[in-house]
């Protein structure tokens, strides 16, 4: 199909009848003379979002960007058609060349210590004091976000502990914000986040060792979680597999034990709550789907689920939704998503940037 293009139907969060006008691939005001109607009668919703994904990662793998965008093709065809890259060894920046990939928005490298994250991944700091510096560093690189390794495990202590301390964290967040990025923090456990909350993060990834008052701060400063709902299954695998360390065994499949809890938590509270696959380690890609049910199974309403995955995260990210001038990323279902979730997973059409995927 070339040309601009028109799509009708009702909106997928709301009921409300819709009508979208797509041209040179964002969305125009309209009516549009001369626009192919692509369907008139679908169910609509803004393009998918997996708020945390490494298209640049896998297990064993020195990702090339063919590979990578075979991984973005797969996501695409689950219907994201937004990306945060949350960390990755490679430089994706050439997918944005593909009109089949999804817009991403990229944070970097990760920023850890030696041997305190999974080798290869990121940049270690011999210095931890080096962490400003860095978080400018990536910030450069990135599309505005930038990630650190908040907690990991310390094999002398054997457990999860955190990388930094508060007054690292302060430099750090000054640093991003003077940068014009936000920052967010992979985190596990306890013992990092009262640390990383009060530094004034922006987001905090998996946080599965959220307590009540710790809940309550994250409210109170607005600050984003990415909970992963389909990484915190693997819990009780990567518990299995360290036996060396018995205290972190028990650790790992405490915080797994109350996960579901925690996030419900979480959400009941207050704590905006957006959709994240963590696709690119031990998850596969073209998940989205999957995280959106986790998410209703640990108590999200549908409605707010698929918000979760769609034009929440979009606002959050800044990417826009449905307005004159945004990117023109639509899915297109058959049946009321609210009311069939499976709906998402037999799309009609996917339109990614523009582009419809399927016709």
């Given at each position: 199909?070339?040309?601009?293009?028109?799509?009708g139907g009702r909106n997928g969060l709301t009921g409300e009848r819709i009508d979208l006008w797509i041209v040179d691939g964002v969305f125009r005001d309209g009516p549009v003379d001369g626009a192919t109607t692509i369907v008139d009668d679908g169910w609509l919703l803004p393009g998918?979002?997996?708020?945390?994904?490494?298209?640049?990662?896998?297990?064993?793998?020195?990702?090339?960007?063919?590979?990578?965008?075979?991984?973005?093709?797969?996501?695409?065809?689950?219907?994201?058609?937004?990306?945060?890259?949350?960390?990755?060894?490679?430089?994706?920046?050439?997918?944005?060349?593909?009109?089949?990939?999804?817009?991403?928005?990229?944070?970097?490298?990760?920023?850890?210590?030696?041997?305190?994250?999974?080798?290869?991944?990121?940049?270690?700091?011999?210095?931890?004091?080096?962490?400003?510096?860095?978080?400018?560093?990536?910030?450069?690189?990135?599309?505005?976000?930038?990630?650190?390794?908040?907690?990991?495990?310390?094999?002398?202590?054997?457990?999860?502990?955190?990388?930094?301390?508060?007054?690292?964290?302060?430099?750090?967040?000054?640093?991003?914000?003077?940068?014009?990025?936000?920052?967010?923090?992979?985190?596990?456990?306890?013992?990092?986040?009262?640390?990383?909350?009060?530094?004034?993060?922006?987001?905090?990834?998996?946080?599965?060792?959220?307590?009540?008052?710790?809940?309550?701060?994250?409210?109170?400063?607005?600050?984003?979680?990415?909970?992963?709902?389909?990484?915190?299954?693997?819990?009780?695998?990567?518990?299995?597999?360290?036996?060396?360390?018995?205290?972190?065994?028990?650790?790992?499949?405490?915080?797994?034990?109350?996960?579901?809890?925690?996030?419900?938590?979480?959400?009941?509270?207050?704590?905006?709550?957006?959709?994240?696959?963590?696709?690119?380690?031990?998850?596969?890609?073209?998940?989205?789907?999957?995280?959106?049910?986790?998410?209703?199974?640990?108590?999200?309403?549908?409605?707010?689920?698929?918000?979760?995955?769609?034009?929440?995260?979009?606002?959050?990210?800044?990417?826009?939704?449905?307005?004159?001038?945004?990117?023109?990323?639509?899915?297109?279902?058959?049946?009321?998503?609210?009311?069939?979730?499976?709906?998402?997973?037999?799309?009609?059409?996917?339109?990614?940037?523009?582009?419809?995927?399927?016709?």
């Amino acid at each position: 199909m070339t040309g601009a293009l028109h799509v009708g139907g009702r909106n997928g969060l709301t009921g409300e009848r819709i009508d979208l006008w797509i041209v040179d691939g964002v969305f125009r005001d309209g009516p549009v003379d001369g626009a192919t109607t692509i369907v008139d009668d679908g169910w609509l919703l803004p393009g998918l979002v997996d708020a945390h994904n490494h298209v640049g990662i896998a297990p064993g793998l020195g990702v090339t960007v063919e590979q990578a965008r075979a991984f973005a093709y797969a996501d695409v065809a689950a219907g994201t058609t937004l990306i945060r890259e949350v960390g990755s060894p490679l430089d994706t920046h050439p997918l944005d060349d593909d009109p089949r990939c999804p817009q991403f928005i990229r944070s970097g490298k990760h920023i850890a210590r030696p041997k305190r994250y999974l080798r290869d991944y990121g940049v270690d700091l011999d210095d931890p004091d080096d962490l400003a510096a860095e978080v400018t560093r990536q910030a450069a690189a990135g599309d505005g976000w930038v990630k650190i390794v908040g907690d990991w495990i310390d094999r002398d202590a054997g457990d999860l502990a955190p990388l930094w301390t508060r007054a690292q964290l302060d430099a750090a967040v000054a640093a991003a914000h003077g940068a014009g990025a936000k920052i967010t923090a992979h985190v596990f456990g306890y013992d990092a986040l009262p640390d990383i909350i009060g530094a004034g993060f922006d987001c905090i990834e998996h946080g599965t060792g959220l307590t009540d008052d710790l809940i309550d701060e994250v409210v109170a400063r607005d600050i984003a979680l990415v909970p992963t709902m389909i990484q915190i299954e693997n819990f009780p695998g990567i518990a299995d597999g360290a036996d060396r360390f018995p205290t972190y065994q028990a650790t790992m499949r405490d915080l797994y034990a109350r996960a579901g809890q925690v996030m419900a938590a979480a959400r009941e509270a207050g704590v905006q709550i957006f959709a994240g696959t963590d696709a690119g380690g031990f998850v596969g890609h073209g998940r989205i789907v999957d995280e959106v049910e986790a998410l209703v199974a640990m108590g999200m309403p549908v409605s707010e689920a698929l918000d979760a995955a769609s034009a929440a995260a979009r606002r959050w990210l800044g990417a826009g939704v449905f307005d004159d001038g945004d990117r023109a990323d639509v899915l297109i279902l058959d049946a009321d998503p609210r009311e069939d979730l499976s709906a998402l997973r037999r799309p009609r059409e996917i339109i990614c940037g523009g582009v419809p995927i399927r016709g």
